[in-house]
């Protein structure tokens, strides 16, 4: 019984410092002072305990950071955005359409983000918002693909994914999708690099805690396009997963490539009932 | 290499006397202070900086001055490679004499904000902010 | 000019006489700082915006002289104090001779 409760305190005194400290924040996200977030919820049940609650990436920032997401005039990522607005409505490709011209206004993209990476049937593909807004493109309008990671294609995800903030992420994983959901899962637990880190071991395992400096999240891609104060604009998932994977030292894959499209639906789906944040502000 | 007694002594005291010199952030930023105030003294009140202890990222830190009363406040970064970081001139119909706006700093250093007060009296406020350079953030 | 510089701007459409109002101001500018080198290891020059004035009906809010420490897509909070309905007239003052300007309007009553 003594021991017991010795071993409790013990756990008590080693599990406080980190909370009062590193633990994500019970802060509340509303934008603009009206649109209420859900920034915390139940995990999916696919997580099958591996996390009980999921969590933005929000809360592990500071409160300056997170301040910036709360206005729409102070989040800078609103930049891009009314440059894609720009992009909308511009005629480009041989077709001599817009965006506008098929799908009207912006506006009629709204739902769209929360359930991307979706299936598509035609193609016998999981698509990322990038490959359809490229599909557009090429098929519909006759112009040139956007490079996958380039700043108008992460603007004009980010100008679609402002259609849908609020909702909640809602990407399906069962159907011709569950294969390159599995695919991604794999990715997700396996480790990588000279430092021999999964997504898992940060991500999962340790969220909340410090990795030197840095205050880990638990990777959730909710908020994505974010507005890095890093580099001052918007920054697309595959750019950010490749940021991790060259941070475990292992040679990355590439914006675009099959394995981190297959990352994206997986990650995306443990944050499925979290809000859409895009275009969220983040470190 | 070997120290000598009088070595140690030596360095100890070169350490003892940085420690101990007064208010002296580096060469270039104590020349764009006399600029502003031609080497008149500062008072330690009557100048508000806000800055983060530690910034999430050297990049874009948000920082806010104020000073009732100032005609102008110089904020610099003494440790950027030019520690210039703007100048804040109100003009007669300013509200409250502050504002606010995001920076970039090169690593812990140093914030200083200097308020010229409408009497020609200067103010001066500090602030050291911790930068950290790579990790996952950087 | 540099691409695609756009300024936003956020201040009240109206105010009471003597009132002091907050204006915040936004504008894409990639604020080049002169420090950084091209892969090539060449030094990629300075291009900043280096002065933003606020005035209203012809008097001075704010001047700020700006340096290469101001973060890219310069951000600027302050406040004005507006004694009778009129304009506030915000501009930006580019290395390279450009000039951008932007105007709102406010009710004073």
Redesign the interface.
């Known amino acids: 019984m003594k021991f017991k409760q010795m071993t409790a305190i013990a756990a008590l005194a080693l599990a406080l410092p980190t909370l009062s400290l590193a633990d994500a924040d019970d802060d509340k996200l509303v934008i603009n002072g009206e649109l209420e977030m859900v920034t915390k919820t139940a995990a999916p049940a696919h997580l099958d305990g591996a996390l009980s609650e999921v969590i933005s990436g929000w809360h592990f920032r500071d409160d300056d950071t997170q301040k910036m997401q709360m206005d729409d005039f102070d989040n800078a990522g609103m930049l891009g955005v009314e440059a894609a607005a720009e992009m909308w409505n511009a005629v480009d490709g041989s077709e001599g359409k817009s965006c506008a011209s098929c799908h009207g206004e912006a506006e009629s993209m709204k739902g769209v983000r929360a359930v991307y990476p979706k299936w598509n049937e035609a193609a016998g593909e999981v698509r990322t918002l990038e490959m359809q807004i490229n599909d557009c493109r090429t098929t519909r309008m006759g112009a040139e693909e956007l490079k996958y990671a380039g700043d108008e294609m992460t603007n004009m995800v980010g100008l679609i994914s402002l259609q849908s903030r609020g909702m909640p992420v809602n990407v399906a994983i069962d159907g011709p999708a569950q294969a390159t959901w599995e695919q991604g899962k794999e990715l997700y637990y396996t480790r990588t690099g000279q430092l021999d880190l999964s997504c898992a071991s940060c991500h999962e395992q340790n969220y909340g805690n410090m990795i030197r400096a840095d205050h880990l999240s638990q990777g959730q891609i909710n908020g994505f396009p974010a507005y890095r104060l890093k580099n001052a604009k918007l920054n697309g998932v595959h750019n950010r997963f490749k940021g991790c994977v060259r941070d475990t030292r292992a040679e990355t894959y590439k914006e675009g490539s099959p394995e981190f499209i297959a990352l994206e639906l997986y990650v995306a789906s443990r944050g499925n009932g979290l809000s859409v944040e895009g275009p969220s502000i983040r470190n | 290499m070997e120290f000598s007694r009088r070595d140690t002594l030596a360095l100890g005291l070169g350490a003892a006397a940085l420690t101990v010199l007064p208010f002296r952030v580096n060469a270039a930023a104590d020349d764009a202070i006399a600029a502003f105030t031609g080497g008149a003294a500062m008072a330690d009140a009557g100048v508000t900086l806000t800055a983060?202890e530690?910034a999430?990222?050297g990049?874009?830190?948000?920082v806010?001055v104020s000073a009732e009363g100032a005609t102008a406040i110089l904020l610099l970064?003494a440790g950027?490679?030019?520690?210039?970081?703007?100048?804040?001139?109100?003009?007669?119909?300013?509200?409250?004499h502050?504002?606010?706006?995001?920076?970039?700093?090169a690593g812990t250093q140093d914030v200083v904000a200097i308020a010229k007060m409408a009497d020609g009296s200067f103010a001066k406020a500090s602030s050291t902010v911790k930068v950290?350079i790579g990790?996952?953030?950087? | 000019m540099a691409d695609g510089v756009k300024p936003r701007i956020k201040a009240p459409k109206s105010a009471k006489a003597g009132e002091a109002i907050v204006l915040k101001t936004l504008i894409s500018h990639n604020m080049e700082s002169g420090q950084r080198k091209n892969k090539d290891g060449s030094v990629i020059p300075r291009s900043i915006i280096n002065r933003f004035t606020c005035e209203f009906n012809g008097k001075s809010v704010i001047d700020i002289k700006m340096e290469a420490a101001i973060s890219t897509n310069p951000y600027f909070e302050f406040e004005a104090v507006v004694p009778e309905s009129g304009e506030l007239l915000f501009t930006w003052y580019d290395d390279d001779g450009s000039v951008y300007t932007d105007k709102k309007a406010i009710a004073v009553s």
Do not use: H, K, W
Not at chain 2, 59 to 62: A, I, Q, R, W
Not at chain 2, 98 to 105: C, M, N, V
């Open positions: 983060p530690i999430e990222n990049n874009t830190v948000p806010s970064a950027n490679p030019t520690p210039g970081v703007a100048t804040f001139n109100f003009g007669e119909l300013a509200g409250a502050s504002a606010s706006t995001r920076i970039r700093l950290t990790g996952c953030g950087g």
